[in-house]
C-alpha cells in the first residue's frame, strides 16, 4: 500500500552519440542485459540482542517500582495543593462575608 510505484523502464533505443572528430554520429555496442537479481533474504541486524539476566530483570523492576512511586508522589502532592488552595479559599470567602455583613449591620 505505501510502496512507491514506479513507471515501466523506458523501452526506447538509445540515442546514438556524436563524435565531433569523426563528424558522423557513433553507434552505441549493444547493451548486454542485467545479471538477475539475487533473492531477497532478511536483513541482518547489526545491533546486538537484549539479554535480561535475573539481576538486571530485578534492577529493571525496581527501576520502573521507584518510577510510578515518584509520579504517584508528584501527582498526590498536586491534588493536596489544590484542595489546600480550595480550602484556604473558602474559608477566606466565609470570613469577608461575616466582615461585610457585619459592616452592613452597624450602619
Same mark, same amino acid.
Given at each position: 500500500m505505501f =510502496?512507491?510505484?514506479y513507471p515501466p523502464k523506458d523501452t526506447a533505443p538509445a540515442p546514438a552519440a556524436y563524435s565531433p572528430a569523426a563528424g558522423a554520429p557513433v553507434v552505441p555496442a549493444p547493451q548486454t542485459p542485467a545479471p538477475a537479481p539475487a533473492p531477497a533474504m532478511a536483513? $541482518?541486524?547489526n545491533r546486538p540482542t537484549v539479554?535480561? =539476566?535475573p539481576g538486571s530483570a530485578l534492577a529493571l523492576a525496581a527501576g520502573g517500582g521507584a518510577v510510578v512511586l515518584v $509520579?504517584?508522589?508528584v501527582l498526590v502532592s498536586l491534588l493536596l495543593a489544590v484542595a489546600i488552595t480550595g480550602l484556604s479559599t473558602a474559608v477566606v470567602a466565609v470570613v469577608l462575608r461575616s466582615m461585610l455583613k457585619d459592616f452592613n449591620n452597624h450602619r
Open positions: =510502496t512507491p510505484k536483513p $541482518v541486524s539479554q535480561l =539476566t $509520579v504517584g508522589a
